[in-house]
């Protein structure tokens, strides 16, 4: 039995592992005009800075999950806290683009064991309540490290200039991942070293254990899906030839369904159990979340290119933009999630809505600001507005999503929605982006933003329909449940 200190004390080094990773994002983001200036790297290279990372994450989620609820939660995380500071320290040291490539899919891949446990770990250990809170203090977290990624990165490169500088914003992880493994080793509980988690009482399998019952096909098979989806959004000047990865992708999908389910009828556990799907919770919710993060992710660029390009502002002004609407999403998960366990789908679905007012708030910024009537910098309240929309979606439906799953599958199931998470920003912000390109043709920069703004409330209304929807199955079920009750009686 785990005590709430002991809860406490992991929860908090789970938390340091995440800040540490969606630092690293942020400030890279902040660092890439230092980076091509230091190294000399080209166009080319400094794309892959950015999507190499992408890439290697994405790949190696669900089956890190995986990994990670048959072998320990705990070792698997530490070990991706090494590679991610490892990786860290060779991409500040690296001579040339091609080192720091090579250590940037590192970082990924420490970044994509790093995340499934700590989700599954909230999962195991946390019931009720005290687990909404616990994914609430997980959104608060990624809101503040949004929020101070930028700032932080614009200090470092400040102080060590355009060729030190961005080495800093790598070197900076190192303090926070052997805080992390040193925090870990001593307040882990000890059965997350040993094993993720037990079958279900009865069930049988011929190998709960060793490399098979990882399911090695299965996780190449699925991997290489990822990739084939992925490669050609992260790949900004991909060639029509790479866009015929998609349906080798969408094949590559089909046949790891076919394997998983062969894998499961020979006696041993699947890689993942296809048959959460089937649980409503779990995949509205990882639908949800996949068509949120195709639209709203991109919302965040448009303002960078934007304010930048459009309107000839600086990249830290640029980036102040942001500041407000984090902070707000921090403060709205914490808020949101002290209330899921109560309030259920309906916090999803008020923040859906609230995104939709924050998304017109911004078209009517740019829209005034166009005609000179106001100054730019309203934008930020109507931000500020997206970001608490932010704050009571992501984590609460992180909560609602992963209610129901087999604790056996948590870490799995876990990255399972990551990876719908990875997929939609990825295709979200080639689609978006690239249409705001193609309006730019044709008409202002004012303009072709309200152009993305529409396409991203689409998406944000997809997510409301499929919100409002399972909202209406809950109550259907609960209704249904209260009648046979009521017979029996």
Same mark, same amino acid.
């Given at each position: ?193 040993q094993h993720g988690s037990q079958p279900a009482a009865g069930q049988v399998h011929k190998a709960n ?88 992710? &991109?919302?965040? @660029? /448009? !303002?960078? #290119? ?8 600086? *990249? +830290? ?128 920069? &004012?303009?072709? @933003? /309200? !152009?993305? #703004? ?8 997809? *997510? +409301? ?25």
């Amino acid at each position: 039995m785990v005590s709430r200190t002991e809860r406490g004390r992991m929860l908090l080094v789970l938390l340091t592992a995440i800040f540490m990773s969606l630092i690293a994002v942020s400030i890279v983001n902040v660092a890439v005009p230092s980076i091509q200036y230091g190294l000399g790297a080209s166009d080319s290279d400094i794309q892959w800075v950015l999507s190499g990372y992408a890439l290697s994450f994405g790949v190696v989620l669900v089956a890190a999950g995986r990994a990670g609820d048959i072998f320990g939660r705990g070792g698997i995380f530490l070990l991706g806290v090494a590679i991610f500071t490892l990786s860290s320290i060779a991409s500040g040291l690296a001579p040339d683009a091609n080192w720091l490539n090579a250590a940037r899919f590192a970082q990924g891949i420490g970044s994509g064991l790093i995340n499934p446990q700590g989700l599954g770990m909230i999962q195991q250990y946390f019931r009720g309540d005290e687990r909404g809170r616990a994914f609430g203090f997980l959104g608060t977290t990624v809101g503040v490290s949004v929020a101070i990624g930028p700032v932080l990165g614009g200090l470092l490169i400040d102080l060590g200039g355009p060729v030190i500088g961005w080495r800093l914003t790598f070197l900076v992880n190192i303090p926070f991942g052997i805080l992390t493994i040193i925090l870990g080793l001593m307040w882990f509980p000890r059965p997350l070293f040993q094993h993720g988690s037990q079958p279900a009482a009865g069930q049988v399998h011929k190998a709960n254990r060793g490399l098979r019952s990882l399911d090695p096909m299965g996780a190449l098979l699925l991997g290489l899906a990822v990739l084939f989806i992925l490669f050609p959004f992260v790949e900004s000047r991909s060639t029509p030839l790479t866009w015929l990865m998609l349906p080798g992708g969408a094949a590559l999908c089909g046949l790891w369904i076919l394997w998983e389910r062969r894998h499961e009828r020979r006696g041993f556990r699947p890689m993942v159990n296809l048959d959460i799907f089937r649980t409503a919770s779990f995949a509205n919710g990882t639908t949800i979340v996949t068509l949120y993060f195709l639209g709203m992710t &991109s919302i965040w @660029v /448009l !303002v960078a #290119l934007y304010v930048q390009d459009g309107l000839g502002m600086s *990249a +830290l002004q640029s980036g102040m933009f942001g500041v407000p609407g984090a902070l707000l999403s921090a403060w709205a998960a914490h808020w949101a999630g002290a209330r899921v366990a109560r309030l259920g789908r309906t916090v999803v679905i008020g923040g859906l809505v609230v995104a939709l007012f924050g998304l017109g708030a911004c078209a009517g910024v740019i829209i005034l600001h166009e005609l000179e009537l106001i100054g730019i910098w309203w934008l930020l309240l109507s931000l500020g507005i997206v970001g608490v929309a932010q704050g009571a979606i992501i984590s609460p439906n992180q909560a609602l999503t992963l209610a129901e799953v087999p604790l056996a599958y948590a870490g799995s199931s876990g990255a399972v929605m990551q990876t719908g998470q990875r997929i939609g920003a990825s295709v979200g912000i080639a689609v978006i982006t690239g249409a705001v390109f193609a309006a730019l043709r044709v008409m202002s920069w &004012s303009y072709a @933003v /309200l !152009v993305g #703004l529409g396409i991203i409330s689409l998406a944000v209304t997809l *997510a +409301l329909w499929v919100a409002v929807r399972d909202l209406r199955g809950r109550q259907r079920a609960a209704q249904q449940s209260q009648t046979t009750e009521t017979v029996k009686n």
